[in-house]
């Protein structure tokens, strides 16, 4: 057994947290007040959260070449995300994941083996696993608050219909579709837009807003480190019979940089039958969802077989705390190196959600942080030890236990 630092994978997680305000942390204490939603009742929700991507290969590989320890991660952060839970499964309109939660909120999901996560009473949930990208291993953190959104919040049908928008200053256009309350987009110019469109809600007074910020932190060792965020908020308003008018702030920071782009003002009506080809509308939120569903469950299944048990079902001990990692690759010895960064990282993720609860109690308790308290607490849970590591000759993958004491 072999002990080793978490520290490098955890800093920049640290980083971010401690950034974070007194009001946010009063915000997630309010969340506590909310009533229980365990067991999940089907429905539509309003999902809110923020998803980390750390490169767990890029970061292995720098380090390999270069001796140089480098951090990677890109975060985006969502706000007026609609979806839906129906047969113990809640879809995520933006990565197109279906996550499987049990009445006790548990998460997990059939495509993805290394998802795990949990749902509480109030609402807020985690959850995290590994997934490549470009053919690159990483490791995906994403928390955030599911809040019901039953029929009396929702616009009612009178908002229903069609809307052809145009910005007065850049003339780009977009089509939207508002039925049932909710809010679908696209741009028609879809190779411009970088990114897929997501549903969100209308409020009874035909008001609407949604965002999405993105941040990228890069470090290599002690000879750079750069954080810079961009993003954008629209806030807008139906009035029924008339159109919709909305703005679009996008803004910027870091490097040097702290500023808000020039507002762009779209305003719309409702189109005829016919105007615009079929293809080129935005498809209702019943339909994004069902074909979101479809596409997830026919992805090839993982075989479990080839997975360890302990992998499957970590291990439950009081005191301590469990993470688990895989990598598929040629080399063992390689494989077996990245699935202990790759579990690492996940550590670090419980560490992060540990010390953030821990922040609400003491920010409900005493009205303040103590930034001291959070980094004193923080290193001391630093260190783990390799429970378990084996390699599957003929998957060539490996897969690691890491285990640490906890107070």
């Given at each position: 057994?072999?002990?080793?630092?978490?520290?490098?994978?955890?800093?920049?997680?640290?980083?971010?947290?401690?950034?974070?305000?007194?009001?946010?942390?009063?915000?997630?204490?309010?969340?506590?007040?909310?009533?229980?939603?365990?067991?999940?009742?089907?429905?539509?929700?309003?999902?809110?959260?923020?998803?980390?991507?750390?490169?767990?290969?890029?970061?292995?590989?720098?380090?390999?070449?270069?001796?140089?320890?480098?951090?990677?991660?890109?975060?985006?952060?969502?706000?007026?995300v609609?979806?839906?839970?129906?047969?113990?499964?809640?879809?995520?309109?933006?990565?197109?994941?279906?996550?499987?939660?049990?009445?006790?909120?548990?998460?997990?999901?059939?495509?993805?083996?290394?998802?795990?996560?949990?749902?509480?009473?109030?609402?807020?949930?985690?959850?995290?696993?590994?997934?490549?990208e470009?053919?690159?291993?990483?490791?995906?953190?994403?928390?955030?608050?599911?809040?019901p959104?039953?029929?009396?919040?929702?616009?009612?049908?009178?908002?229903?219909?069609?809307?052809?928008?145009?910005?007065?200053?850049?003339?780009?256009?977009?089509?939207?579709?508002?039925?049932?309350?909710f809010?679908?987009?696209?741009?028609?110019d879809?190779?411009?837009?970088?990114?897929?469109?997501?549903?969100?809600?209308?409020?009874?007074?035909?008001?609407?807003?949604?965002?999405?910020?993105?941040?990228?932190?890069?470090?290599?060792?002690?000879?750079?480190?750069?954080?810079?965020?961009t993003?954008?908020?629209?806030?807008?308003?139906?009035?029924?019979?008339?159109?919709?008018?909305?703005?679009?702030i996008?803004?910027?920071?870091?490097?040097?940089?702290d500023?808000?782009?020039?507002p762009?003002?779209?305003?719309?009506?409702?189109?005829?039958?016919?105007?615009?080809?079929?293809?080129a509308?935005?498809?209702?939120?019943e339909?994004?969802?069902?074909?979101?569903?479809?596409?997830?469950?026919?992805?090839?299944?993982?075989?479990?077989?080839?997975?360890?048990?302990?992998?499957?079902?970590?291990?439950?001990?009081?005191g301590?705390?469990?993470?688990?990692?895989?990598?598929?690759?040629?080399?063992?010895e390689?494989?077996?190196?990245?699935?202990?960064?790759?579990?690492?990282?996940?550590?670090?993720?419980?560490?992060?959600?540990r010390?953030?609860?821990?922040?609400?109690?003491?920010?409900?308790?005493?009205?303040?942080?103590?930034?001291?308290?959070?980094?004193?607490?923080?290193?001391?849970?630093?260190?783990?030890?390799?429970?378990?590591?084996?390699?599957?000759?003929?998957?060539?993958?490996?897969?690691v236990?890491?285990?640490?004491?906890?107070?």
């Open positions: 057994m072999k002990i080793k630092s978490v520290y490098s994978v955890f800093a920049a997680a640290l980083v971010l947290l401690s950034c974070a305000s007194t009001q946010d942390a009063g915000e997630r204490a309010q969340t506590k007040r909310r009533e229980n939603l365990l067991p999940l009742s089907t429905g539509w929700y309003q999902y809110d959260f923020e998803r980390t991507f750390k490169g767990i290969e890029d970061e292995y590989n720098l380090a390999l070449s270069t001796g140089i320890k480098m951090v990677q991660e890109l975060t985006w952060k969502y706000t007026g609609v979806t839906n839970f129906a047969d113990g499964t809640l879809y995520d309109p933006v990565t197109g994941i279906e996550l499987l939660i049990d009445n006790g909120g548990r998460i997990s999901c059939a495509e993805n083996v290394s998802i795990k996560g949990t749902l509480n009473k109030d609402g807020s949930f985690y959850w995290s696993g590994l997934r490549e470009h053919g690159r291993l990483n490791n995906i953190f994403v928390k955030g608050t599911l809040t959104l039953p029929a009396s919040v929702r616009g009612g049908r009178e908002f229903d219909g069609v809307y052809h928008m145009t910005d007065s200053g850049t003339g780009r256009q977009q089509l939207v579709k508002i039925s049932g309350g809010y679908t987009w696209d741009y028609l879809k190779e411009e837009r970088g990114f897929n469109p997501w549903p969100t809600l209308i409020q009874p007074d035909g008001s609407f807003s949604f965002s999405m910020d993105m941040t990228t932190v890069m470090e290599m060792g002690s000879i750079s480190r750069m954080n810079y965020s993003g954008f908020l629209i806030e807008g308003k139906v009035i029924p019979g008339q159109g919709i008018s909305m703005e679009e996008t803004r910027s920071s870091g490097q040097g940089i500023q808000g782009g020039t762009q003002i779209y305003s719309g009506t409702a189109i005829r039958s016919g105007e615009f080809p079929n293809e509308i935005p498809q209702d939120i339909n994004i969802v069902r074909k979101g569903r479809s596409a997830a469950q026919a992805a090839p299944k993982p075989n479990r077989t080839n997975y360890p048990s302990w992998y499957l079902n970590l291990p439950v001990k009081t301590f705390m469990y993470a688990v990692g895989e990598k598929t690759f040629d080399v063992k390689t494989a077996i190196a990245m699935a202990e960064a790759a579990a690492a990282a996940n550590l670090a993720d419980q560490i992060m959600v010390i953030e609860s821990e922040i609400v109690e003491v920010a409900t308790n005493t009205g303040a942080r103590s930034d001291e308290r959070i980094r004193s607490e923080a290193l001391q849970r630093l260190n783990y030890r390799i429970v378990e590591q084996i390699y599957n000759e003929g998957t060539r993958t490996a897969f236990l890491l285990e640490m004491a906890v107070d």
